[in-house]
């Protein structure tokens, strides 16, 4: 089973900042890395897939990179309803397809 | 528009079963693969099982092997989840999610609780 790490667990960050999260792969996935955004009491939100392709409706200061074993998300300035949980997700060595534990933005 | 819709959960005893559905509307239904994903109080999201579209081919997390069975009924757009020998550990709020790859639509939940 390939375990995803993400870093920091927790970030505080002012609104109108820059933000990069991280994702590392225990193997490599190639460029099978989705984001999800969890805000409090809903759902889990596809941000990007394939790890830079934008999921419908996902605005622009959103973005990702990377490859293999290190991957990221960019969120270029942090908007107010930006402070959510953000997961990693890997697709490309499944079953199971497997989550980070999150990384919770909180505003400082 | 894509809805996903679930329904079946509550309070059950350790040991009880349960059954969750899924009704899915806005898409082509048999032609996706469709997951269980989980998530306990305060805690991050883990995949449970998956079907894929024609659904002889299931796949379980090893926390469920044995005790779960994930099935589809694709003339009614219909996702379920047979949940047996349920522990305490199992309580979670259960998804219902489509996927083309990545997991691009999710229903609201279902909250399933597992307590004496």
């Known amino acids: 089973e390939i375990v995803m790490t993400q870093s920091p667990a927790t970030l505080s960050v002012s609104p109108g900042e820059r933000v990069t999260l991280s994702c590392r792969a225990s193997?490599?996935?190639?460029?099978?890395l989705a984001w999800y955004q969890q805000k409090p009491g809903q759902t889990p939100r596809l941000l990007i897939y394939y790890t830079s392709t934008r999921a419908t409706g996902i605005p622009a200061r959103f973005s990702g990179s990377g490859s293999g074993t290190e991957f990221t998300l960019t969120i270029s300035s942090l908007q107010s309803e930006d402070f959510a949980v953000y997961y990693c997700?890997?697709?490309?060595?499944?079953?199971?397809?497997?989550f980070g534990q999150g990384t919770k933005l909180e505003i400082k | 528009e894509v809805q996903l819709v679930e329904s079946g959960g509550g309070l059950i005893q350790p040991g009880g079963s349960l059954r969750l559905s899924c009704a899915a509307s806005?898409?082509?239904?048999?032609?996706?693969?469709m997951n269980w994903v989980r998530q306990a109080p305060g805690q991050g999201l883990e995949w449970v099982a998956y079907i894929h579209s024609s659904p002889t081919t299931t796949f379980y997390a090893d926390s469920v092997q044995g005790r779960f069975t994930i099935s589809r009924d694709n003339a009614n757009s219909l996702l379920h989840l047979q949940m047996n020998t349920l522990r305490a550990d199992d309580t979670a709020v259960y998804y219902c999610?489509?996927?083309?790859?990545?997991?691009?639509?999710w229903g609201q939940g279902t909250l399933v609780t597992v307590s004496s």
């Open positions: 806005g898409f082509t239904f048999r032609s996706y693969s």
């Open positions: 997700q890997q697709y490309d060595n499944w079953p199971p397809k497997t």
């Open positions: 999610v489509r996927e083309g790859g990545a997991f691009d639509y």
């Open positions: 193997q490599s996935v190639g460029r099978n």
